[in-house]
């Protein structure tokens, strides 16, 4: 490839830098406040609770990634062709549009969202349970009530000590938002696939690879800084 091709290919991926991004962030919006509440009914004493969510996490972080992108996709238009469902629910799957970039992306967005989820769920769980009982009894002593006790003694010492890994999961998330194209969400490896079809070329492969090393690199930046602001805690 020329210079001006492979010029013509990155101006091209920037422009589906932005969708990539748009699914980057809403993931994380959605899945880290849905980890938490994961992770506090996985640790509730109420057995069938904490039965149902341990097989949640086992089904999202022991199948693939990518055949849940599959399944969230094709489930609705499967389901509509259903026979037997009860009338309510037989509307509202008639009133989701299933066609256009809109029903892509909340399709892609929702099998996202449960699969992160269940991975911070572990996390924050790990981060909590390492919280010294002695904590929960000396913030009882002070008259404190369970809600002010997690959210002003518990949370911000689980938030220090869950960001490492919390940063490896966010690292591997804008990895893993190029498997969206097996839905053809229009993202920068579907662009990047298209445009080595067009050149009979691995350039814009390679150069897709450049943008998601330039992305985990800055995040991988802005950890060491938040790591680095959370250090008050020593």
Wanted: glycine share 6%; with cysteine.
């Amino acid at each position: 490839m020329s210079g001006s091709e492979i010029l013509g290919v990155v101006k091209i991926l920037l422009n589906y830098l932005g969708p990539t991004l748009k699914l980057f962030g809403f993931t994380l919006l959605y899945s880290i406040p849905l980890g938490m509440v994961v992770a506090l009914l996985k640790m509730c004493r109420f057995k069938p609770i904490s039965w149902l969510t341990n097989l949640y996490i086992l089904v999202m972080r022991g199948t693939p990634l990518m055949l849940q992108i599959i399944v969230a996709y094709f489930a609705i238009p499967m389901l509509r062709r259903a026979e037997g469902l009860p009338a309510f629910l037989s509307d509202f799957l008639n009133g989701i549009q299933i066609q256009g970039e809109q029903f892509v992306f909340r399709a892609v967005l929702f099998a996202f969202v449960f699969n992160y989820a269940a991975y911070f769920a572990e996390i924050f769980r790990g981060g909590i349970e390492s919280i010294p009982q002695g904590q929960y009894e000396a913030a009882a002593a002070l008259s404190m009530t369970k809600m002010q006790t997690f959210f002003r003694i518990i949370l911000p010492q689980v938030i220090k000590r869950v960001v490492p890994a919390s940063s490896n999961e966010i690292i591997t998330l804008v990895k893993d938002t190029s498997l969206a194209n097996v839905v053809a969400y229009a993202e920068i490896t579907l662009k990047a696939k298209e445009q080595m079809q067009n050149y009979s070329s691995l350039v814009p492969l390679f150069i897709a690879g450049a943008f998601y090393f330039i992305l985990a690199t800055i995040l991988t930046l802005l950890s060491s800084f938040v790591e680095k602001k959370l250090n008050y805690y020593k």
